[in-house]
């Protein structure tokens, strides 16, 4: 459903980049969709982060970057992590 939002949550490095924790959206896109918005709204810096990303859509890694998205979902942005 298009009216529902899908809450978008970012992680660390993400998180830096967007300047926030989580937004809502409105739904009724793909996740390419929804990661051209988000490269626009805010700019190169997260963009260079999406591009190396992983996203989770309700706690399950996507695969599928040009399926719809679920109504209401709730999508991580999760960039690589360093450490060991």
Do not use: K, N, W
């Given at each position: 459903?298009?009216?529902?939002?899908?809450?978008?949550?970012?992680?660390?490095?993400?998180?830096?980049?967007a300047?926030?924790?989580?937004?809502?959206?409105?739904?009724?896109?793909?996740?390419?969709?929804?990661?051209?918005?988000?490269?626009?709204?805010?700019?190169?810096?997260?963009a260079?982060?999406?591009?190396?990303?992983?996203?989770?859509?309700?706690?399950?890694?996507?695969?599928?970057?040009?399926?719809?998205?679920?109504?209401?979902?709730?999508?991580?942005?999760?960039?690589?992590?360093?450490?060991?």
């Amino acid at each position: 459903m298009e009216g529902t939002p899908l809450t978008v949550r970012y992680f660390a490095g993400a998180r830096a980049a967007a300047g926030r924790a989580e937004e809502a959206l409105p739904g009724g896109r793909s996740l390419d969709d929804l990661t051209a918005e988000l490269t626009q709204r805010h700019g190169d810096r997260l963009a260079g982060v999406l591009r190396v990303a992983s996203f989770l859509v309700d706690g399950v890694t996507c695969h599928d970057r040009q399926a719809p998205l679920p109504a209401g979902a709730t999508i991580d942005v999760l960039p690589p992590f360093a450490g060991g």
